[in-house]
């Protein structure tokens, strides 16, 4: 057995922060992921600063920015020479693997070409170990790519069971190796559609009553509570796959010697603020769920973090707690000092929130591109119209009173003052997104030419208060 620590790493997709039952959510049947918080280190402020898929898996791969790697629309290419974390760790000593959705291989036509394609051994970025696929939400009928073969083939039944047995199956055979591994597996639901979970998930919320939260308009709430049953219903299905990796890392007695995280590539609205799904700068959007289990360390257990965690800074926080050097490519901040008490948090901490470009949801709701940041007490956000949204996070949880036409000079100064820190940071200019969309050569994308349906407005305008 290695005297490293392995790393496991656990993703749903679309799975926002709210909906489990260790964060309150009174609908969640998650008993198996609630008792592993109770063995974890909690982060209620970890987000996903891109709050889309693609954006996302890049950023975690690389550790860097969407402007930085250039997945900042879904469906663009991820480099096939970039360096991944897969490179770093195996660098570090580490067997590589990653088991289900991928979608960084892109579908250059802009129309999803590739999203059922092979994706060849380069575009893997190292992994020794691939089981995957681009991108498939028919959970029920899904197929996956092993390492160099190209012919498809089929997980059995609701696949996030069978993609967890594979990921069982491979802690038990590299348990006693003396090399440690690197596991990541990606799940594809709770993203839509809907109704497809296992019917026996299904029947738990078929009659009961949901619970909604109060920034869902009125017009909406059967409608929400109509997607959140099966929304729900995918989370109890995968809180059962969850105990399949759990007891896997138990079973086979490295429990004690492997880091172990859960979390989402992003949220989903479900009618919150009068929104469908993802994209938006709302909680709701950005918030993930973040678990993080380091057995060596104190007092970790039942444990709350503020760090504002994103995901570029993934990458570097995994190898910092394995005291793996960090490549010189990665943006992201290391949080390992903070995480492991060598450093103390100031309390100005934020998250850097950015939809570069206008694409899908943005565009049907005539949103414009978007930069911001979230910290434990405020989400800041300005689009190139100028500052937009500005929420209380600690006296206006569910972001209801918009204070941005009547917060006081001070605290808009240092609002724009801490964004504008991000954007010299990032290097990121701030222009307006069909510039970077010529630039990159993606204006022929279906996603960024879709039509605005109806503009969205705030449902909660004329309860903004003074600050």
Request: aromatic residues 14%.
């Amino acid at each position: 057995m290695s005297t490293q620590p392995n790393v496991v790493f656990v993703f749903g997709d679309e799975w926002r922060a709210q909906a489990t039952g260790y964060a309150g959510d009174k609908n969640c049947a998650t008993p198996n992921i609630d008792a592993f918080r109770k063995k974890a280190i909690h982060f209620p402020n970890a987000v996903a600063g891109t709050p889309v898929c693609c954006p996302y898996r890049a950023s975690l791969l690389t550790g860097q920015y969407p402007l930085t790697h250039g997945v900042f629309i879904n469906d663009v290419e991820l480099n096939p020479s970039s360096y991944s974390i897969a490179h770093a760790f195996k660098n570090g000593g580490y067997n590589t693997a990653y088991i289900g959705k991928w979608h960084v291989y892109g579908s250059p036509d802009g129309k999803y070409g590739r999203r059922s394609a092979y994706v060849p051994r380069n575009y893997q970025l190292g992994f020794d170990y691939w089981k995957g696929f681009e991108c498939n939400h028919e959970y029920n009928d899904s197929y996956y790519y092993f390492n160099d073969d190209p012919t498809p083939r089929k997980w059995e039944g609701y696949d996030a069971f069978p993609q967890s047995e594979d990921a069982a199956n491979y802690i038990y055979q590299h348990a006693n190796d003396t090399k440690p591994f690197l596991l990541m597996l990606s799940w594809g639901p709770p993203h839509f559609p809907l109704d497809t979970a296992p019917e026996k998930y299904r029947k738990i919320y078929e009659e009961n009553d949901i619970i909604l939260r109060p920034n869902v308009p009125r017009h909406l709430q059967e409608k929400a509570k109509e997607e959140l049953r099966g929304y729900y219903a995918h989370i109890a299905a995968l809180d059962d796959a969850f105990a399949i990796v759990r007891k896997a890392i138990i079973n086979a007695g490295i429990d004690k010697n492997t880091i172990f995280v859960f979390t989402s590539d992003h949220g989903d609205m479900r009618q919150s603020q009068g929104l469908p799904t993802k994209l938006f700068p709302f909680d709701e959007s950005v918030c993930v769920p973040f678990l993080l289990r380091i057995p060596t360390l104190e007092n970790s257990d039942n444990s709350v973090s503020p760090i504002p965690i994103d995901a570029p800074d993934i990458m570097p926080t995994l190898l910092g707690l394995c005291n793996l050097p960090i490549p010189p490519t990665v943006e992201g901040t290391d949080w390992s000092p903070f995480i492991l008490g060598k450093k103390i948090l100031t309390g100005n901490e934020s998250a850097f929130l950015n939809i570069p470009a206008e694409f899908t949801e943005i565009l049907r709701h005539g949103m414009k591109a978007y930069r911001g940041f979230r910290s434990v007490n405020y989400t800041y956000v300005r689009n190139t119209d100028g500052p937009w949204l500005l929420y209380d996070n600690i006296d206006d949880p569910y972001q209801m009173r918009n204070l941005i036409k009547s917060a006081n000079k001070k605290l808009l100064d240092e609002c724009e003052a801490k964004l504008q820190e991000h954007l010299r940071k990032r290097h990121d200019e701030f222009l307006d997104g069909k510039t970077y969309l010529k630039r990159a050569g993606l204006t022929h994308y279906g996603e960024v030419n879709v039509k605005c349906k109806t503009i969205w407005h705030d449902p909660w305008e004329a309860a903004t208060t003074n600050i």
